[in-house]
């Protein structure tokens, strides 16, 4: 079989790490130029090695003693690093000039001082739907656009990622191409972003619609959207998205369940449906007898519209770059197969945006047609082996995406799904069918409704079939194998697959030498071990490491807040986070079986979406105010589980065991909102909380102006870590421990510099949930302890440990002992037991921290005799009705009770 041409694999690769690395440099307080300053001195190095060789090389030929092939190896040397490092050179310049650009923007002084400013804007996607977006709010579209203006004045172009209010997605006025005016506030991205600001807009006003060439596009989307809705069911759903990508509409069960199945890159448009494009267009042409070249332009025409139609997104672009290369090679007579085309669209697109670098949807594109190229083929052959050949075929494709595309899924989820192939194997015959259907019917619904109609019809039959196959395996047991997470995952999924290679190809003899086999062996032995032991003991290990008399525990629930407080024997949530399952699980950590009260601090999804968990499970709810659907949304459950809602405002009051809580915000007659979250004080013995909800920097400055908070001990930091803070504030609190509820890869650039540099001013110890789990805070007389399940509690940098004084970090002693991390130039105020305040020690265990079996035993037994006593019922004096060790004061209704 004739071998593949690789020569452009190490400029792609050379490409991507130059590109990754250069996007990254602000931030690492790099200089945005050292990047390309060492690509380009590493290919000037080449070429003077490769001059040499030449030279060389041609004095060689006069001499009877010719040094030629000592010579001519420096010549195979230099020019494959030359060509390799002139792409990394070309993607990292760009990449620096694109953040050079964003230091001299106008933007950043409005970033820094969050004033009202006026942009011009062209949309670059679609507006759709913000579902639980931490910066949206009710009816909000997200939507990906370029700067044009900046209050009137033209100013250089910039990737914004803006939120627009109250537009109606897909609309014929606001849509990809729209030129828009937007009123609002803008923060700044980190530079590792493809967007360099985000933009919050308040008012918008449609300046200019989409250009001709892009605005036919919007009735084709919008038809197919309405059309597909006609049809129902989760066939319905699912139709727009196989035709042209649109999930705009897609519920999001579904989608989980898509997900579930290894199935979601069927409604994201990549290479499968460019090729069905541009091969029935090739054909059409073909059967009209035209000649190869004007076949050639006519597919490239089709191939153009298409990309307009579904807009492009990263694997759209991926995939029509490789297809133009591919058909221009047609054209040409040049045909060199796929990895050249692969390389060099890759190459291509890196050079054009570096941060494709590091978009998750290219990575994945490209790792899919890599393994489909070079994969496929040996792996049908591999499998003829035990098979009918024409099966082996059909199975080698969706295996070999498979595992290419593995290593990268782990890092978007630690998991490996069991039936993501055989779904995919199942889903294979309908796919085409449901998206050539869907597309025509996309086509033919403005001029003839009755005709696109009925191929839509068609489209549905495929399309319900696999949505039946999503939910069949979400209904199936053992879906996925838990995997070892981030990189040291990614390497070890590598590991294990490149191993299960080399074993694969063992009976051909003399190919792989018998120690690389048995190495191999062993590697994927241990790849497959390692793994399911940790998740196996990753539950006892967390479980047996949790202190039992944790008095503040921040759950992981992703892009979202959760927060539990207990003293005694009551137990208070904060917020839900954004999924019931995660909130259910960080319960069953805790060992929280009943709470006594919670609150919603106001309702956008990230707070408010996982409240079905805790149905039948609390007994009052506090909540601001409400705000229609989403907040029915909320409370239904709640209240048919027989839980007790009640509105509060600035002012009510409380118990919650020995401790006393208030209401510091919203105020009377607030509208719903961010800037409407419930604020709570809360004194316990021993330390001073204050949660901020998700309250932007106005109400922050608003808040402080309405209380004389002095210091806290502990905050919850606002916004899950976003631009919008008020600096005044936190310095006010300056708390110990600052909790951050954020989502790991967020796309939200949360927790921003910005958040992280102010906490490190004033000496809060942040404990973000993406790097530390689930995270505790243990107070015990002039100390307090942080526990974290991934063993990040803080993630300080050495120089913000510095600047706040910790003076050691914690040091492995035998048994994973920890010492103690100093603070002894600040005092940390205990309103209740050292009211003159006292030197505070910061102690940081985590679950990572392997403690002796005798240590391990005795904590699970006193935890367990903990959660006991968690549960266990005891009523309040009077014989009222009420729940275990919790008093509060009715005149929170009316907020006219005093402050505790």
Not at 400 to 407: E, F, K, R, S
Not at 423 to 442: D, Q, R, S
Not at 698 to 712: I, T
């Amino acid at each position: 079989m004739r071998g593949h041409d690789l020569r452009l694999i190490c400029p792609a690769v050379a490409a991507w790490a130059a590109a990754w690395l250069a996007t990254g440099a602000t931030d690492v307080a790099a200089p945005v130029w050292l990047v390309p300053a060492a690509c380009w001195a590493l290919a000037a190095a080449a070429l003077v090695i490769l001059v040499a060789g030449v030279r060389g090389t041609r004095r060689g030929r006069r001499g009877a003693m010719s040094p030629r092939p000592r010579r001519s190896s420096w010549v195979i040397l230099g020019a494959p690093v030359l060509v390799a490092m002139a792409c990394a050179g070309l993607s990292a310049t760009t990449a620096a000039t694109a953040l050079s650009a964003r230091q001299s923007s106008p933007l950043l002084e409005a970033a820094a001082t969050r004033q009202p400013i006026e942009l011009t804007v062209r949309l670059d996607s679609s507006p759709r739907p913000e579902t639980g977006s931490p910066w949206g709010g009710e009816g909000s579209q997200r939507a990906r656009a370029t700067l044009l203006a900046v209050d009137g004045r033209d100013a250089p172009a910039l990737a914004l990622d803006v939120s627009i209010p109250d537009v109606d997605a897909p609309s014929p006025r606001v849509g990809f191409g729209s030129r828009l005016e937007l009123a609002g506030r803008v923060g700044e991205l980190p530079g590792s972003e493809r967007a360099a600001f985000r933009f919050r807009a308040s008012e918008i006003v449609v300046v200019g619609p989409a250009p001709p060439l892009v605005a036919w596009t919007h009735p084709l989307r919008a038809g197919l959207a309405d059309g597909a809705e006609r049809l129902g069911g989760d066939g319905g759903a699912l139709v727009p998205g196989l035709a042209i990508g649109d999930t705009s509409r897609l519920r999001s069960d579904l989608e989980e369940a898509m997900a579930g199945a290894s199935l979601t890159h069927l409604t994201a448009v990549s290479g499968a449906n460019c090729a069905l494009v541009t091969a029935l267009a090739f054909w059409a042409a073909g059967a009209m007898r035209l000649r190869r070249s004007i076949r050639v332009i006519v597919a490239l025409v089709a191939l153009g519209g298409f990309v307009v139609l579904v807009t492009p997104e990263s694997s759209v672009v991926r995939a029509a770059a490789m297809a133009v290369v591919v058909l221009v090679a047609c054209a040409t007579g040049r045909t060199g197969g796929g990895v050249p085309a692969l390389g060099l669209a890759t190459i291509v697109l890196l050079v054009v945006d570096p941060w494709y670098s590091r978009d998750f949807g290219f990575a994945l594109s490209v790792c899919a047609t890599a393994g489909l190229v070079l994969g496929s083929g040996p792996l049908a052959a591999l499998l003829g082996r035990w098979m009918p050949r024409t099966f082996a075929l059909v199975l080698a494709v969706p295996l070999a995406a498979q595992l290419a595309c593995q290593p990268v899924l782990v890092l978007l989820e630690p998991v490996v799904p069991v039936y993501g192939v055989p779904a995919n194997l199942l889903a294979a015959p309908a796919a085409p069918i449901a998206t050539m259907a869907g597309l025509v019917g996309c086509l033919l619904l403005p001029v003839l409704p009755s005709a696109g109609f009925a191929a839509l019809q068609v489209a549905w039959l495929p399309a319900s079939w696999i949505a039946l196959l999503a939910r069949g395996v979400e209904s199936m047991p053992f879906q996925a194998v838990p995997w070892l997470p981030d990189a040291g995952g990614a390497v070890l999924c590598a590991a294990s697959i490149g191993a299960g290679v080399v074993l694969a190809v063992r009976s051909r003899p003399g190919r792989i030498p018998r120690a690389v086999r048995v190495a191999a062996a062993i590697t994927l032995c241990l790849s497959l071990a390692v793994p399911v032991g940790v998740a196996a003991g990753r539950p006892v290990l967390v479980h047996a490491t949790l202190p039992a008399d944790w008095d503040v525990l921040q759950c992981d629930v992703g892009q979202g807040d959760a927060v539990l407080v207990r003293d005694g024997g009551a137990v208070l949530l904060i917020d839900t986070g954004p999924d019931p399952a995660r909130l259910a699980g960080c319960l069953s950590l805790t060992g929280v079986d009943r709470l006594d009260l919670a609150i919603i601090t106001h309702w956008d999804a990230d707070h408010a979406g996982g409240a079905e968990a805790i149905a039948g499970r609390v007994d009052v709810v506090l909540h601001g105010p409400l705000d229609g659907r989403r907040s029915d949304r909320a409370l239904d459950p709640l209240a048919r589980g027989g839980a007790e809602l009640v509105q509060v405002g600035a002012g009510a009051t409380g118990r919650l065991g020995d401790a006393r809580w208030r209401v510091l915000w919203p105020p009377a007659r607030a509208d719903p909102g961010n800037d409407a979250s419930v604020v709570l004080d809360l004194i316990a013995d021993g330390y001073r909380a204050v949660f901020l909800g998700d309250l932007g920097a106005e109400a922050q400055a608003a808040l402080l102006r309405e209380h004389d908070l002095g210091r806290a001990d502990v905050v919850k930091v606002a916004h899950h870590g976003s631009a919008d803070q008020d600096p005044a504030l936190y310095r006010e609190l300056a708390a110990s421990v600052g909790f951050i509820g954020v989502g790991a890869a967020n796309g939200y650039g949360h927790p921003t510099p910005s958040l992280l540099g102010l906490l490190a001013e004033v000496g809060t110890v942040p404990v973000r949930s993406d790097r530390s789990g689930a995270g505790a805070l243990v107070v015990d007389g002039g100390r307090f302890a942080l526990w974290s399940e991934r063993g990040d509690p803080s993630a300080v940098s050495p120089d913000a440990q510095e600047r706040i004084g910790v003076t050691h970090q914690p040091e492995r002693r035998p048994w994973g002992q920890m010492t103690a991390r100093g603070r002894s130039d600040r005092a940390v105020a205990f309103p209740r037991r050292s009211p003159g305040g006292g030197s505070a020690t910061v102690v940081q265990v985590s679950a990572s921290t392997i403690r002796s079996p005798p240590a391990a035993l005795a904590s699970y037994i006193a935890r367990s005799a903990a959660r006991m006593r968690c549960s266990a019922l005891r009523p309040l004096e009077g014989g009222a009705h009420a729940t275990p060790m919790l008093a509060f004061s009715r005149e929170w209704v009316d907020a006219t009770s005093s402050s505790p």
